[in-house]
């Protein structure tokens, strides 16, 4: 399956790359597939919160990479880029599958890599001339970590159901917060009253 993945996401990129580049804007559709993510983990709710309490957990989710303004274009490219692709890893692993409806789970995978799609070629182009400028604190380290944190948390309560509701939840919290910084990105490219 990550063969096929990843010679889909080689196809896209090709097919984008030389002959009709499609910028770095992050369109409508872009922002309007995040917000149906969004209601798709909603709608993925499986437990009452209540039966979860002790299950729950502080992530420590690294607002400040997402939401600070202190990220350059292809910085906040390159995390948003991340939290995308650990999020669709973490909703395609074989423990994932049992614990949600099969139909929104294939739905918010799908969502998922169509936001990757629109990003990789974004990734791609801007990461040439600002990569050196990442600085001392890489901000896309700061995202791998905090997803290594939920797969650990998750290892550690057995995948159980309780684990995974606390993990809907928070990667909700998170891809929230990431719409600002798609927001950020869209006016960065002149990309506000795209259709």
Known sequence: ????????????????GQGGSLGCDLSQKHMLVG????????????????????????????QEMVEGGQLQEAQAISVL????????????????????????????RKGL???????????????????????RMDPTLAVKRYFQGIHFYLEEKGYSD???????????RSLSSSTSLQERLRMMDGDVNSP
């Open 113 to 135: 890599l169509d936001q990757l799609v629109d990003l990789d070629t974004c990734l791609g182009q801007d990461m040439g001339e600002e990569d050196s400028a990442l600085g």
């Open 81 to 108: 880029h991340e939290m995308l692709q650990q999020s669709f890893n973490l909703f395609h692993t074989e423990r994932s599958s049992p614990a949600w409806d099969t139909t929104l789970l294939k739905q918010l």
């Open 1 to 16: 399956m990550a063969f096929v993945l990843s010679l889909l996401m080689a196809l896209v990129l090709v097919s984008y």
């Open 35 to 62: 917000r149906k993510n969004l209601r798709l983990l909603g709608k993925m709710t499986r437990l009452p919160p209540h039966l979860c309490l002790q299950d729950r957990k502080d992530f420590a989710f690294p």
């Open 162 to 172: 309780c684990a995974w509701e606390t993990v809907r939840v928070e990667i909700m």
